[in-house]
């Protein structure tokens, strides 16, 4: 083997042993919440629009989704292993001011009968991230 040719093929490898490791794995999915149809009007609700998306990049082994400049409203969003959710400059997550949307099924199993609501929720996950210079707004003093 030339020495080019190995130089050559030295990130693939060293690549393919990160991942191996349990490092960081390379981008397989990235996708944009607008093609999913949410719509950042800021009024509306666009919860199943953003879930679809989180959980077709997880289904693609992994990556991020991104959130253009605009408002979305939201309710409740669960986050998955190996995505990374991207708010780009301009991007707002708004909560919704409906209580009702941040009820989740596997909230009604928790000990003592408590639902927990959340905006942003990972459970049993890896490698999750939340990034970009967007904002978060959960609107708390409405309720």
């Known amino acids: 083997m030339l020495r080019r040719d190995f130089l050559s093929a030295l990130p693939f490898a060293l690549g ?11 981008i397989l999915a990235a996708k944009n919440i607008l093609e999913y149809g949410a719509k950042p009007d800021g009024k509306t609700l666009n919860t199943k629009a953003i879930q679809r998306a989180i959980d ?16 979305f409203l939201t309710g409740r969003i669960e986050l998955k292993s190996r995505v990374t ?6 991007s707002i997550l708004l909560g919704s001011e409906s209580i009702s949307d941040y009820d989740a099924n596997s909230d009604s199993s ?6 927990p609501r959340h905006l942003i929720f990972a459970q049993d996950a890896v490698d999750v991230a939340l990034t970009g210079p967007g904002r978060i707004d959960g609107q708390g003093p409405r309720f």
């Open 85 to 90: 959710l991207n708010l780009e400059a301009g």
């Open 56 to 71: 077709d990049v997880f289904q693609a082994g992994g990556g991020v989704v991104n959130a253009p400049t605009g408002t």
């Open 16 to 26: 393919i042993a990160a991942a191996s490791r349990g490092f960081a794995a390379p």
């Open 110 to 115: 928790r000990k003592g009968g408590g639902k």
